[in-house]
């Protein structure tokens, strides 16, 4: 079937904007995780959503980031107030609530701040 | 506090030889311990994964030893090919408790040359 698929792939912003990412898991899977590439710090988890459970935002990395899963299917990443350092690759990734601990990644989006 | 470290950064091996990546993790509590692949511009693909309970597991040209005394565990690909140039990730998790977020090594990039 289809796999976890994020848009938009390719995001160019101006500093202080605010961006939204999209990110659809593959119809069956109850968990979503979103995780943070950048050159610097590799691959950093940001926020975990379980059914309907109360989100683990322990991840995230300031209040400007925030997240949210609507009919526990699609999750929106929001950035506010973007800065130069929120440059980076966003990764959504699902799977299914037996067997959380195997994660299947999207493309990414690559969002670039000036 | 980097819980995942791996080593080398990069690493060049000629068709045909042995590539060989290392991972060394803090953390006991880890127990699923996963090996991701990813080509630019793609997300990581989960490859290969193992739990302390043995201390290898094979998948083709992929092996994945374990050594629980030393937390340490690498990857090692026989018979490397062109294709296998990528980069890859070590990852660990707890999956006793929690939302089972991957922590990441920083990654090895990989090129087998013809």
């Known amino acids: 079937g289809a796999g976890v698929s994020q848009s938009p792939s390719n995001k160019v912003t101006e500093k202080g904007k605010d961006v939204e990412l999209r990110c659809d898991p593959i119809?069956?899977?109850?968990?979503l995780y979103w995780y943070r590439q950048s050159l610097g710090q590799g691959l950093e988890f940001l926020i975990y959503?379980?059914?309907?459970?109360?989100?683990?935002k322990s991840g995230l990395p300031s209040d400007r980031f925030s997240a949210e899963r609507t009919g526990g299917s699609v999750s929106t990443l929001t950035i506010q107030r973007t800065q130069q350092e929120d440059s980076a690759v966003y990764l959504c990734?699902?799977?299914?609530?037996?067997?959380?601990?195997?994660?299947?990644f999207g493309p990414g989006t690559r969002l670039l701040v000036l | 506090q980097q819980q995942v470290k791996q080593s080398p950064q990069s690493l060049i091996v000629q068709k045909g030889g042995i590539s060989i990546i290392n991972c060394a993790y803090e953390n006991t509590a880890f127990d699923y311990f996963p090996w991701y692949q990813q080509f630019p511009g793609k997300g990581p693909a989960l490859l290969i994964a193992i739990r302390p309970d043995v201390s290898e597991k094979k998948e083709g040209r992929f092996t994945i030893s374990f050594n629980k005394s030393a937390k340490q565990f690498s990857l090692h690909i026989m018979d490397s090919q062109p294709g296998d140039s990528a980069t890859y990730f070590c990852?660990?998790?707890?999956?006793?408790?929690?939302?089972?977020?991957?922590?990441f090594g920083k990654g090895t990039k990989l090129s087998v040359i013809p």
């Open positions: 119809s069956g899977h109850t968990a």
């Open positions: 990852a660990a998790t707890s999956t006793r408790a929690g939302s089972y977020q991957l922590t």
């Open positions: 990734a699902s799977s299914t609530p037996w067997g959380r601990e195997t994660q299947y």
């Open positions: 959503f379980q059914g309907n459970s109360a989100p683990d």
